[in-house]
């Protein structure tokens, strides 16, 4: 291994430590409570040191968001690609890609959903923005486009596809956060996973409902 290569290892390796520090702290204290002398702390690290890494605190949560994105992105190609399934299935696959990732980092997940309550975008890059922005997009088109086929095929009503997308989008992110906030009130009752079920089920039956009113 040549030195630019060991260097680069290095680099990432220290990358990783910070971002594993920084996800427990912003866990425990939320983003608002959380600071960088806090991450410092835990890696044992100066402050200068992880300023040479991320630029602010707002770029290093950023960062966390993206590999949490890049893990959805990833759940939803995979069943974009899948040629063994229809486009009802596909539907399907997506909520459940969507659960996948909840269960990956479900704490993480929630935080990407409040990033414009805690306003954390002012303080990161144009380009780490345009990153997020670009992962975002490419997840929701392929959406988009199953439900375009499913139009094309006559299962769907078309039309309205990315209103459509938007909702399949909001749906999970919405019954996230509600049922989060009712665990806040019954930590013992646990009703996400059933809900969601039961959402994309009647989802899936109003679009094929709006082309066959006879269903």
């Not at 909001?170 to 509600?178: C, E, I």
């Not at 806040?184 to 969601?196: E, M, S, V």
């Amino acid at each position: 291994m040549g030195v630019k290569e060991r260097k680069q290892r290095e680099k990432q390796a220290r990358t990783d430590q910070i971002q594993a520090a920084a996800k427990e702290i912003f866990l425990q204290k939320g983003y608002a409570a959380t600071t960088m002398e806090d991450i410092a702390s835990r890696v044992e690290l100066s402050v200068a040191t992880i300023y040479s890494y991320f630029k602010n605190k707002g770029e290093l949560y950023a960062s966390l968001n993206l590999i949490t994105l890049k893990f959805l992105e990833e759940q939803i190609e995979m069943v974009y690609r899948d040629e063994t399934l229809g486009v009802e299935g596909k539907i399907i696959g997506f909520k459940d890609a969507m659960y996948k990732t909840f269960l990956y980092e479900p704490l993480i997940l929630k935080n990407i959903l409040h990033l414009q309550v805690v306003n954390a975008f002012a303080e990161i890059s144009d380009d780490l923005i345009e990153k997020i922005n670009d992962m975002t997009r490419r997840t929701l088109r392929m959406m988009a486009a199953v439900l375009q086929q499913g139009a094309s095929q006559g299962i769907f009503c078309g039309g309205h596809v990315m209103a459509d997308t938007d909702i399949l989008w909001s749906t999970f992110t919405g019954l996230l956060l509600w049922e989060e906030s009712k665990k806040r009130i019954n930590p013992a009752r646990d009703y996400f996973k059933t809900t969601l079920d039961r959402a994309f089920d009647l989802l899936l039956l109003g679009l094929q409902k709006k082309c066959n009113p006879e269903k």
